[in-house]
Nanobody, 124 residues
Framework: QVQLVESGGGLVQPGGSLRLACAFA????????IAWFRQAPGKEREGISCISSSNISAYVADSVKGRFTISKDNSKNTVYLQMNSLKTEDTAIYYCAATTIGLCFVYEQLFKSWGQGIQVTVSS
């Protein structure tokens, strides 16, 4: 069973930066993808970024393109989401999720394993 644990959330001022981390374990295949989703109050969950196990496939949503960067450290079994130039509308609970599909198709129903979620609040 795949396990995912997020860390790095918190409160930051507009224009600031945060780096989220998703530590993962339990994959039985070399082919998988890990994505970041977020859900703001009163809104649907949104897939914002994804990276595949081979690093060949990646995705960044238009809403965060140019500000957020996803990366993966295989030695630490961790996926990072570097978030820069944060805006108040980035406030949400952020989740990492995993699929055994080795390409980034960021559809929520394809991701069977989820972390517990972590709060990111952007406010002055």
């Amino acid at each position: 069973q795949v396990q995912l644990v997020e860390s790095g959330g918190g409160l930051v001022q507009p224009g600031g930066s945060l780096r989220l981390a998703c530590a993962f374990a339990g994959f039985t295949s070399d082919y998988y993808s890990i994505a970041w989703f977020r859900q703001a109050p009163g809104k649907e969950r949104e897939g914002i970024s994804c990276i595949s196990s081979s690093n060949i496939s990646a995705y960044v949503a238009d809403s965060v393109k140019g500000r957020f960067t996803i990366s993966k450290d295989n030695s630490k079994n961790t996926v990072y989401l570097q978030m820069n130039s944060l805006k108040t509308e980035d406030t949400a609970i952020y989740y990492c999720a995993a699929t055994t599909i080795g390409l980034c198709f960021v559809y929520e129903q394809l991701f069977k394993s989820w972390g517990q979620g972590i709060q990111v609040t952007v406010s002055s």
